[in-house]
């Protein structure tokens, strides 16, 4: 939850899916389990309007949809790192399209075989960082960030000059690297989740990311994850 005047208030959440159905179950679900479900959206082009309108805190998007694909709705939605967090939802398993997804900013990818419970804790996840894969998907990934890390096995210049991390952050970097949640971290290092989210953000900040799935990556890429 996000707070204001020290207030918490519900994560804002829109719903992105051509089908009339599936589109109203999940924002009925989720408005249910207490999210405030901000707008949805039935094809690509009116996504990214209603998304740049209603500044949801997460967007639940299908890959799927007329007018504009879900990746491109992505890439243009997160941008320079400024608007929300994405949650695929999506029939598809296909490599190729978790890959895909991630590239364009999504931080989570998940079946639509998944349940109602499962949707709302991603949701959940989702909201303070945390990237959410279905089970299979996250290895996935990471497999794909260790290859591209092994074919680009060279550091150039710039690398070495990266930004300084402090101990504690280079810390929880490792373990975001190995995937833990923030919650498992804060278990690990006897720290609030509070203080992992905000060690998270100053490495995102010093580090130029926008999300967790690219400090993932570039942990990997420093051989971090070992």
């Known amino acids: 939850m996000s707070e204001v005047h020290g207030v918490p208030t519900p994560v804002r959440v829109m719903v992105v899916d051509d089908h009339p ?23 690509g082009p009116q996504a990214v309007r209603r998304a740049r309108a209603a500044e949801p805190d997460v967007l639940v998007l299908d890959l799927n949809l007329p007018g504009l694909p879900g990746v491109e709705v992505c890439r243009q939605v997160v941008g320079a790192g400024g608007g929300p967090r994405v949650l695929v939802l999506s029939a598809s398993g296909e490599h190729a399209d978790v890959l895909e997804a991630v590239k364009s900013g999504a931080t989570g990818y998940l079946l639509k075989s998944a349940g109602a419970e499962e949707l709302i804790d991603a949701v959940r996840r989702t909201a303070v960082g945390d990237a959410v894969f279905t089970p299979g998907l996250a290895g996935l990934v990471l497999g794909e960030y260790r290859r591209l890390a092994a074919e680009d096995g060279r550091r150039t210049e710039e690398e070495s000059e ?4 402090t101990d504690r952050e280079t810390e929880v970097l ?3 690297a190995k995937g833990l949640s923030y919650k498992q971290i804060a278990e690990r290092l006897v720290i609030s989740h ?11 900040g010093k580090l130029q990311l926008h999300n967790r799935v690219e400090l993932v990556r570039y942990a990997i890429e420093r051989g971090l994850d070992g």
Do not use: I
Request: net charge neutral.
């Open 21 to 43: 159905m599936w589109r109203d179950a999940v924002a009925r679900d989720l408005a249910a389990a207490g999210f405030e479900v901000v707008a949805t959206a039935e094809d």
């Open 194 to 204: 509070r203080t992992v989210q905000n060690h998270v953000q100053n490495t995102l």
């Open 162 to 165: 990266a930004p300084r991390l």
């Open 174 to 176: 490792r373990l975001v």
